[in-house]
């Protein structure tokens, strides 16, 4: 069974860093593209960064220069560097691993950017 299960959330100060991880398993995780995603409170869900497949890399403007996406095939996961944190980054973050028609999403983990 394919599953995503995202870490590594938390409560970070504004300027502060967390790195997210998402461990893939159940699928061939080196074929499919990866992505992450978040949700604020009231807010629809947006694509953060997406990495992979027949595309490049793009990430949202909002955190260009500021979050990286890495992957280690080996250990079959996904990472999301996220620096200079702010306030309106506060969100549930899910990573996503796409290969049409396939998607698999994780469950969510919550990031909350506050002093």
């Known amino acids: 069974q394919a599953q995503l299960v995202e870490s590594g959330g938390g409560l970070v100060q504004p300027g502060g860093s967390l790195r997210l991880s998402c461990a893939a398993s159940g699928f061939t995780f080196s074929s499919y593209a990866m992505s992450w995603y978040r949700q604020a409170p009231g807010k629809e869900r947006e694509l953060v960064v997406s990495?992979?497949?027949?595309?490049?890399?793009r990430y949202a403007d909002s955190v260009k220069g500021r979050f990286t996406i890495s992957r280690d095939n080996a250990k079959n996961t996904v990472y999301l560097q996220m620096n200079s944190l702010k306030p309106e980054d506060t969100a549930v973050y899910y990573c996503?691993?796409?290969?049409?028609?396939?998607?698999?999403w994780g469950q969510g983990t919550q990031v909350t950017v506050s002093s």
């Open positions: 990495s992979g497949g027949e595309f490049p890399t």
């Open positions: 996503k691993a796409s290969r049409f028609p396939t998607e698999v």
